[in-house]
């Protein structure tokens, strides 16, 4: 009965390699969000989808790529990884409106570039 | 250029007394403030919030505290329980004149409860 489920946990990819993480919730959230905790442990938000539309893209490298098939799900997808990729990436989500800021994170999914 | 920040990256407390985790913001736009809570190797959880157009929010034994003058909001947790060890992570975001739900973190404060 996970509320934000997130695979693989730990991924672990040399450097170039193009590698995918998958991001579910049965919460009935009709938002999503994707974050990178990084070495300092500022976490900093990447992307939100609602309802399937993108509402928030932060300077990001376009190397990485969400996709949202669904309103239940985003996935992100990183291409050419990079050393400085390495980071806990965590998913979240949360209902629009009012309910934006209260939102559920799920496990994060530590990856390791080398 | 960080907004929001803790500077405090620890706290140790004895179980029973109170906790005072502190965060500073720049941004004056900020009008809602969070704090959430995180386990190792789980993801943060919500634990309270508070709007701008007030001073205090209370839940149980947490209340946070928002001064706008010095751009700063503290988390008061009474009394400290050992489970209430892990780290604490403030976030700010604007939500009156258009609300996406992004959020700013400070980079956190591990809170560690002495039984």
């Known amino acids: 009965d996970t509320a934000v489920s997130q695979t693989p946990k730990y991924l672990v990819t040399q450097m170039g390699n193009d590698k995918s993480i998958k991001c579910e919730q049965n919460?009935?959230?009709?938002?999503m969000y994707w974050y990178k905790q990084d070495s300092k442990k500022f976490l900093k938000i990447m992307f939100s989808?609602?309802?399937?539309?993108?509402?928030i893209n932060e300077t990001v490298p376009n190397r990485f790529s969400p996709k949202s098939p669904d309103k239940a799900h985003l996935n992100l997808h990183i291409n050419s990884l990079e050393l400085g990729d390495s980071a806990v990436y965590f998913c979240?989500?949360?209902?629009?409106?009012?309910?934006?800021?209260?939102?559920?994170f799920g496990p994060g999914t530590r990856l390791t570039v080398l | 250029d960080q907004q929001v920040k803790q500077n405090s990256p620890s706290l140790s407390v004895q179980e029973g007394r109170i906790s005072i985790l502190n965060c500073d913001y720049t941004n004056s736009m900020f009008d809602y403030f969070l704090w959430y809570k995180k386990y190792p190797a789980e993801g943060p959880t919500f634990l309270i919030s508070?709007?701008?157009?007030?001073d205090k929010n209370e839940d149980g034994r947490f209340t946070v505290f928002l001064n706008k003058s010095a751009k700063h909001l503290s988390l008061h947790i009474v009394p400290s329980q050992p489970g209430d060890s892990a780290v604490y992570f403030c976030?700010?975001?604007?939500?009156?004149?258009?609300?996406?739900?992004?959020?700013?973190f400070g980079q956190g404060t591990t809170l560690q409860v002495k039984p």
């Open positions: 919460l009935g959230h009709d938002t």
């Open positions: 989808y609602n309802n399937k539309e993108l509402i």
């Open positions: 508070i709007s701008s157009i007030k």
């Open positions: 979240a989500s949360s209902l629009a409106g009012a309910h934006y800021n209260e939102q559920f």
């Open positions: 976030a700010a975001s604007v939500v009156r004149s258009s609300n996406t739900g992004k959020l700013i």
